[in-house]
Structure formats: structure tokens, C-alpha cells
């Protein structure tokens, strides 16, 4: 999932705090459309959506032109070699979900990121071979376009393909992110010799240019997924694997299958949530920390109170307990579906808050329990209001930072999701149990969640973040920020974020977040608040309002149909409406 790691700042933190600081002083309007909306990372990426749908193709079409197009230009998280998850809303009110996650190859075992002593191997599972999952996000692509798009394959794919094969100008945000993972893609001969010149990242105003890649999209053009996992790029990632260590094999990319599945839904003050069900946590902890939350007045206690910040610890710790220690892949797994969506099991969750003193996790650690970053989230809504939301990576920043030479993917380090030895914490600081735990063709758990919210029967809001575990909790406060607190849909994502994640007993905060006052409340209740050594780089979210610029506006029904927002925290992202 989904994260930069905190050594890797750099140029991207100064941009990031630079745009931060933007958004903590006033967030600019939303851009604002009749026909449309499409939101993505990377301004290319947008442009290419929004011509989908001027060409008369819907949302689930420019949500295949974007996946596309962002693996040619925003190569630190869109993918090829990664995968995803895709959460469609349809026109005449019907939801689904496109599970395409990265699977544990057939060769993965349990243990295999343990030494001989039992102690986890360093980097094994973020730095090697040894991390790659068999990827799924072409796969993912390919069946979204089949089963509800509209366009012909080339012409979907065509965009990103002059992108790859001509190239396009970096821009200062795209720069960023290269020089940022310098030294990590210095180290795979492949990878440097596309994204680096005489060992060096590219400056500003440079053209990046990607062969290889380009040679892979015709062939998925020309021959659709099976190019890709029957062909010579499966046979180029298999060998790059072989010759390194690593455990993928030629079956793995035949036997890969996208799963379709019904989408987890709840309620929240009467607005319908459709999310992601397993093997994301994202749609059951969301739903389980608003049951929880619908219990209290947001509203009237307003945004950055002491009182409202430590309601909202207080859920997200009971929901994170959940995600870490009962949820896995379906597949492998039982979860608890309608525990964690129900309203009575939020009602004993209340009961067992204390109204004056911080809870503690560790008396939240189940009996028996044992010892990223780097995603991207995109929006979209067309005219006839068919919305897509889409959460796709490679993990961490570049994922594995390797290129299986000839093809111009970047590997993905997915393999890190997965519970590496009960009680020892990820990339992302998760502490996650057995019902995670590595097993061959099962996908990790993941926090990615993207969310579509409907109110009376039509779309209302559109919203996702990369973010890695903090993904739940920024998708959480954005709709918290449009319903309880009225912002409109750029404000509710610029807003600074708190987050807790049960493990470390910890309140993360974003600088200026908190008011000193509530700061001095929290402590005094026993709460440890800090700023988040990561926060510079929080995940940037995507987001789409319905019907208003803000909840006053669609109630009153006034303002533009569509609004769109890119966190103020991107560098290279935009919005754009027609």
C-alpha cells in the first residue's frame, strides 16, 4: 500500500510542505463542470479522462484511458505492475466492485521472509524479488472495459501510449518524485536506465521517454491482457524474477483472475457508503468507525474540538483493533461482515468508550494475538452520473524500484501487505495477525477505499487517497468535513488530518490540525499527540461533489452540478470539469 518511506523527503517534501502550507491557510475553489469530472494525480492523466468523455465514452472508459495513462506519467504509484481496486456506480443506481490485487505467487510460503532464528529478514519483503506480487492491474483495466465500458480497447489505450512512446515534459511535481527515488532506482540497472541520465534524476522541463513501456502497451492494444500475462512480458518478469532470487512463475500470470464482488454498504446519517469489501479493510472500517461516530453530534461539537478529536481516536482505535487482527483476504478468510457493519455492534463500542480518559490498545489486544504509502486514487463521474473510484499500487514509492528488462513495468512490493510474523509491524507501522498471514495465491489485506456516497438514490460523492494505513482515515474526514462540518469537497481535503491506527498507541497529527487548547484537553485526558514524522506526505485525495459546491448548496439545490478537488498536498494532480 501505499506510502513514501520517511527516508525518502527530499525536493517532494519542500513541494509538499509548500502546498500544505497552502492549505492551511485557505483552500482555492473546486473545479466545477455540467458534463463531467475527472480527478487524478497527475494533470496529463486528468486531460486524458476528460477527452474519454467529451468523445461520448462514461466514467468506467476514462477510468481505463486514466489507470493507463498513469503508469506512463506517474510512474512513483501508477501501474502496470501493480494493482488495485475499482468501485463502480452505475447510472440506474447499481454498484460493483473490481477486486484486481496483487496475489501471493504459488511458491510463497508462510515463513519466508524469516531467518533461521525466526527474526523477519531486512528489506526481504520491500526490496527483493522475494516482494513482488503477481500484479493484476492490467487485468483489472481490461475487465472494467469489458464488462461496462464502451470504447474499443485501442482507442482507451492509445493516449497513454504516444505518452510512453514520445514522451512528456516533467513538470516540477514530476521531477520531485523521480529525484526523491533516486537512490532507489539507481539500484536496478533497468530502472536507471529509463528514469535516470548518468545517474541522475532528470530536472524540470526534461522529456521522459519510455520504450519499453510503450512496446508493452501496443501489445496489450493489439492483444488485450492476455499480451501481458501469457505473453512475452509475463515471460520477461518471470526470468528478471529467476535470475534475482525471486519466486514468480509462468503459471502465476496465467492462473491470475480479477474478482468481482458486491461492495461493502452502510449508512451514515442517511447517506448510502458503497466501499470496498475484503481484501481491503477499507470499506468495513470506514463503515464501522461512522456507526460509531453517528452516535455523537460531529455537527454541533465542530471540527478540531477536543471533544470531536477524541471521539474519533476513540473509533478509529476500536476499528483498527478489527482490521488487524480479524480481517483477510475472502477467499482464506471469514470476516465478519455484518458484525462490523452493524449498528448494535457500534452501539457496545460506545458503551465501552470512556467519556473522560483516553482508551489504551494494548487492553484492546485480542487473546492469542502474537508478536505504505505510495497508492493513487482517482475520481470520475460522467453526465449521465455513472461514477468510478478507483485505488490502485505499487506500494511503496516505484514499489521494488526494478524493471524486468524489455518490458518498462515497475514490480510492485505488495508481498509487505501481507503479515510477515504476527505482532512485527509493515512499511506502514501496521502490527497485523494469522488472518493475514502469507498463503500462495491469496491477496493481502489493504486499506485502499475507494468510496462512492449516494443520498436519496443518486450520487452524492465521489472520494479516495492513497495514504497507506492512513488511506481509511483520510477517505473518513473528508466525509466527515462535507457532512457534519458543511466544507465543500476542496476544503474537506485540504483540511489537516488526525489518525490513529490502534498500534502504536498514538495520535498522528498534521501540523496546525489541533489548536494549542486542544492539544493541552487531549494530553490532560491521556491521549499522546504528535505530529507525524511522515506528514509531508500524507496521501493526496480525489474527490467529487454532487449536485452543489457544499451541503448547503445542495440542499438549497444551487451551484454547479459537478465539483472536483485534488489535494492540495499533490504536486502534479488536478480536476477538471466540462
Not at 457493519?341 to 489486544?365: F, M, N, Q, W
Request: charged content about 20%.
Amino acid at each position: 500500500m501505499e506510502q513514501l518511506r520517511w527516508t525518502r523527503r527530499g525536493l517532494a517534501a519542500a513541494i509538499w510542505l509548500g502546498a500544505v502550507a497552502v492549505a492551511e491557510a485557505a483552500s482555492p475553489p473546486p473545479a466545477t463542470g455540467e458534463n463531467g469530472m475527472v480527478v487524478t494525480a497527475q494533470h496529463l492523466a486528468t486531460g486524458i479522462g476528460v477527452d474519454v468523455l467529451k468523445a461520448g465514452g462514461n466514467a468506467i472508459d476514462a477510468a481505463v484511458a486514466v489507470g493507463y495513462a498513469l503508469a506512463v506519467t506517474y510512474p512513483r504509484a501508477g501501474n502496470l505492475g501493480g494493482g488495485g481496486f475499482m468501485t463502480i456506480r452505475l447510472a440506474d443506481a447499481t454498484t460493483t466492485f473490481l477486486d484486481f490485487r496483487e496475489r501471493a505467487p504459488r511458491a510463497a510460503t508462510r515463513d519466508m521472509y524469516l531467518d533461521e532464528q525466526g527474526a523477519p529478514v531486512p528489506g526481504a519483503s520491500t526490496d527483493s524479488y522475494l516482494a513482488i506480487g503477481v500484479p493484476g492491474s492490467v487485468a483489472g483495466l481490461e475487465a472494467a472495459r469489458e464488462r461496462y465500458g464502451t470504447k474499443p480497447r485501442s482507442e482507451l489505450i492509445a493516449p497513454a501510449l504516444r505518452l510512453a512512446r514520445d514522451g512528456f515534459v516533467l513538470e516540477p511535481g514530476d521531477a520531485a518524485a523521480l529525484a526523491n527515488a533516486g537512490a532507489l532506482l539507481a539500484r536496478d540497472p533497468a530502472a536507471a536506465k529509463i528514469f535516470l541520465e548518468d545517474g541522475q534524476s532528470p530536472p524540470p522541463g526534461a522529456t521522459l521517454v519510455q520504450t519499453d513501456l510503450a512496446k508493452t502497451l501496443q501489445a496489450i492494444s493489439d492483444q488485450g491482457a492476455p499480451a501481458f500475462y501469457r505473453g512475452e512480458t509475463a515471460d520477461l518478469i518471470v526470468k528478471a524474477s529467476a535470475a534475482n532470487g525471486g519466486i514468480l512463475a509462468r503459471e502465476d500470470f496465467e492462473a491470475y483472475k480479477v474478482r468481482e464482488l458486491a461492495p461493502v454498504e452502510c449508512d451514515y446519517r442517511g447517506y448510502e457508503i458503497a466501499s470496498a469489501p475484503p481484501p481491503s479493510s477499507g470499506g468495513l472500517v470506514l463503515c464501522e468507525i461512522l456507526n460509531i461516530l453517528e452516535g455523537y453530534p460531529i455537527s454541533y461539537l465542530g471540527y478540531g474540538s477536543a471533544e470531536a478529536t477524541r471521539l474519533m481516536v476513540e473509533a478509529m482505535r476500536h476499528a483498527y483493533v478489527d482490521r488487524n487482527t480479524a480481517l483477510g483476504d475472502p477467499d482464506f478468510v471469514e470476516n465478519p461482515v455484518a458484525k462490523l457493519t452493524s449498528k448494535a455492534y457500534a452501539e457496545g463500542i460506545r458503551a465501552e468508550i470512556d467519556p473522560y480518559r483516553a482508551g489504551v490498545s494494548e487492553d484492546l489486544r485480542p487473546a492469542g494475538f502474537g508478536e505504505s504509502t505510495e497508492t493513487t486514487h482517482y475520481s470520475i463521474i460522467d453526465g449521465d452520473g455513472n461514477a468510478v473510484a478507483v485505488t490502485y499500487t505499487l506500494n511503496g514509492s516505484f514499489g521494488t524500484g526494478k524493471v524486468a528488462e524489455g518490458t518498462g513495468v515497475l514490480l510492485n512490493n505488495e508481498m509487505d501487505d501481507f503479515t510477515m510474523k504476527p505482532g512485527v509491524p509493515n512499511l506502514y507501522g501496521l502490527v497485523q495477525g494469522a488472518a493475514n498471514a502469507i498463503e500462495p495465491r491469496k491477496s493481502p489485506l489493504s486499506s485502499m477505499s475507494p468510496t462512492i456516497v449516494s443520498k436519496d438514490g443518486a450520487p452524492f460523492m465521489v472520494i479516495g487517497s492513497p495514504g497507506g494505513a492512513r488511506i481509511i482515515t483520510i477517505t473518513l474526514e473528508a466525509i466527515l468535513n462535507v457532512i457534519d462540518h458543511g466544507m465543500n469537497i476542496q476544503e474537506a481535503i485540504d483540511a489537516p488530518r488526525i489518525h490513529h491506527q490502534w498500534l502504536p498507541d498514538k495520535v498522528y497529527v498534521e501540523p496546525r490540525a489541533l489548536s494549542p487548547d486542544t492539544l493541552r484537553i487531549l494530553a490532560g485526558q491521556g491521549y499522546d499527540v504528535g505530529v507525524d514524522p511522515d506528514w509531508p506526505v500524507w496521501g493526496a485525495a480525489a474527490g467529487i461533489l454532487v449536485g452543489g459546491a457544499d451541503l448547503a448548496g445542495i440542499e438549497a439545490g444551487t451551484g454547479p452540478r459537478y465539483t472536483g478537488a485534488i489535494d492540495s498536498r499533490a504536486a502534479a494532480g488536478s480536476a477538471q470539469g466540462y
